[in-house]
């Protein structure tokens, strides 16, 4: 299941590589969120690669740690994306209209593949990471 997880993390990152290239051509969301966002999800790509390499649950629950800050930043570019689109300025109600633009389809294609998948990998991940545990 672990390879699994790693090939998930894959897709995941091609897609985000779509994204980046998008993001350098028109520039739209801050630089800081950016980098905060992919820097660690590229950090926990590897970790996660060293943990199926290596077998040691530990390089997991790294990964794993490092993916929460990942999707953290992954989220507020999110809310970003969805005040420009409702106006909202409040976290609960940005995170909000973010949930259901994702859900109605009312962002790009990648951008609603790679919000949604984010899921796949990271639960997919704690779920490994629990069974090598116990």
Known sequence: MALAVLLAFGIQAAVGVVLLTGWWRHGRASKAVV?????????????W????????VGWGWASLGVLTVANTFGDELLRARARRLVGRRSFWRDYGAAV?????GRFPRPVT???LFAGVVYF???????????
Do not use: I
Request: contains cysteine; charged residues 10%.
């Open 35 to 47: 980098a905060a966002h992919v820097g660690p999800a590229l950090l926990a790509f590897a970790l």
């Open 49 to 56: 690669a060293v943990f199926v390499l290596d077998g040691s």
């Open 100 to 104: 259901v633009a994702v859900l109605r």
């Open 124 to 134: 997919g991940s704690l779920v490994v990471c629990l069974v090598e545990t116990l």
């Open 113 to 115: 593949f790679h919000a």
